[in-house]
């Protein structure tokens, strides 16, 4: 398989506002990267050569690596139940990604294997952002809607 026959059948990914956080540094930091991972997949797409491809690939990681800083901190501030779990996560793909990027990082003239690696890069991405990350999106929904006092919410119940 060659790198032009791989990342062709991919799709550019596109932002839909469905998957919006709420939260506008998160949402722009997401819509950042997807950028990100499609200029991976136009690189890896090209065939241009496997050094820019794994260049772009630790670029990818060290700016996930950031987000997720700034994503962690944004939770903590607004006290995210499912901090601890997030974090884990993140450590989980922190580690993934490294891994990735060993496998890439000495290859002269990538096989298939190698090109499935990038490739798997972008899905683990995907995964993250679109699954986990868009249930911050309820948390903030609640903090946002207003809150009834109890006496009000008595008045208001029937006897």
Known sequence: ????A?????SALVWASAFETGNPEIDREHRDLLLDINDLSEL??????????VDRSRK????CFRHFCDEERTFAKTKYQKLRLHKMEHRSIEQQLDTI???????KHP???EIEAVLLLRAILVNHFFRFDIEYKAHLLELRRPK???????KAAPR
């Open 1 to 4: 398989m060659t790198a032009d």
């Open 6 to 10: 791989a990342a062709t059948e991919l």
């Open 44 to 53: 890896l797409a090209r065939g241009e050569g496997w050094r820019p491809v």
């Open 60 to 63: 990818l990681r060290d700016s």
């Open 101 to 107: 990027l060993a496998f890439i990082e000495g290859v």
């Open 111 to 113: 096989s298939r294997v």
């Open 148 to 154: 009834v006092t109890r006496s009000r919410a008595s």
